[in-house]
């Protein structure tokens, strides 16, 4: 050694035999000794408090690691008995967080705080007191939506630490509980500007996507009959994720209103690219889906694709609908009879 000041490192097992089982600050005297041209030099010892111990279960691993004597949380949706799965229903709800009280020692006791990290480091307020409660009991308390909302789908790693304190000091002695993998599923969604039924007709005031609104692709060959598709935009975002997929759902029923009596729907879906991000995806439906409008009906559209930063976009419209011109379907194939109500 020629110089000071010097570090000794890798004392931690030292400390820890030192240490042993004892609970909170313990005194300790720390000394060194310089030898130097054959003589020995005693510094003058120095008093520090070590405290190697943690509130809650006892740590068997070294400080500051994951206390395995902690039982990882669970998170469960809004009625739901699927534990660390969140789906759209249970999106804009509390989420419950539950947790089964360690059995090992320390026991649990009065003064002890559980602190849930979801997996951004937000801390989520107000923790959980213990009171009464016993070893191996089950807790259960709610945490906002927005907790959820704020990182998106995908898998989330959260876990929880206990504290002898509501508001803990960076300072403070923690325990800290093993991760939980929560699986947030197209649950996080943001509103995509609404899909457009093109060349939708105005009759009143009313639009209706009829006949006239379709496109007709003429016959090649008699007596093959023309074809007629619908279009129908998702207007241009930037927020797409180049690779993943942008889905269109289209559904017709009738009637309008009251029991529905004929139902069909077709699932749509078109590659994310640059160009579709600047000028938005024109959508081909096929006639054979909107038979089910008959006279009067309703077309729905429900568009949905994955965007930057893990949440999940939806746009939902609707229309009246009308798939016949008289007494036939808008390609002159004869309607037939409606299917008989349940």
Do not use: K
């Amino acid at each position: 050694m020629t110089a000071f000041p010097h570090e000794f490192r890798n004392l931690n097992t030292l400390i820890r035999a030192e240490y042993g089982n004892r609970r909170g600050p313990q005194p300790v005297d720390v000394t060194y000794r310089v030898e130097r041209g054959g003589q020995t030099f005693d510094a003058p010892p120095r008093t520090v408090d070590v405290d190697l111990s943690v509130p809650g279960a006892v740590n068997p691993g070294e400080p500051g690691t994951a206390n395995i004597n902690l039982r990882p949380l669970q998170i469960f949706g809004q009625g739901s008995l699927v534990p660390n799965e969140l789906r759209e229903v249970h999106a804009n709800q509390d989420v419950t967080v539950s947790i089964e009280l360690w059995t090992v020692a320390d026991p649990p006791q009065a003064g002890q705080f559980i602190h849930v990290v979801w997996s951004d480091g937000t801390v989520v307020a107000p923790p959980f007191a213990i009171t009464t409660q016993l070893p191996g009991d089950t807790i259960t308390f709610p945490i906002p939506w927005s907790v959820v909302a704020a990182t998106g789908n995908g898998p989330q790693i959260v876990h929880y630490f206990v504290a002898s304190s509501a508001t803990p000091l960076p300072t403070d002695n923690i325990s800290i509980a093993p991760d939980t993998t929560v699986n947030v599923i197209d649950a996080v969604t943001l509103a995509l500007v609404p899909p457009e039924f093109l060349r939708f007709q105005t009759t009143l005031g009313v639009r209706t996507w009829t006949c006239d609104s379709l496109v007709v692709l003429p016959r090649a060959v008699a007596p093959a009959r023309d074809t007629f598709e619908g279009r129908i935009l998702v207007p241009a975002d930037p927020r797409f994720q180049l690779g993943q997929q942008l889905t269109l759902v289209v559904r017709a029923f009738q009637p309008r209103v009251g029991v529905v009596r004929e139902d069909a729907s077709v699932t749509l879906t078109l590659p994310i690219t640059v160009a579709g991000q600047v000028n938005g995806y024109t959508f081909v439906v096929p006639f054979d889906t909107l038979r089910a409008l008959r006279l009067t009906g309703t077309v729905q559209a429900t568009s949905s694709s994955p965007l930057v930063g893990g949440f999940l976009g939806r746009g939902t419209a609707s229309m009246n609908g009308r798939a016949v011109l008289s007494r036939d379907y808008c390609d002159a194939v004869p309607v037939p009879a409606l299917p008989p109500l349940p």
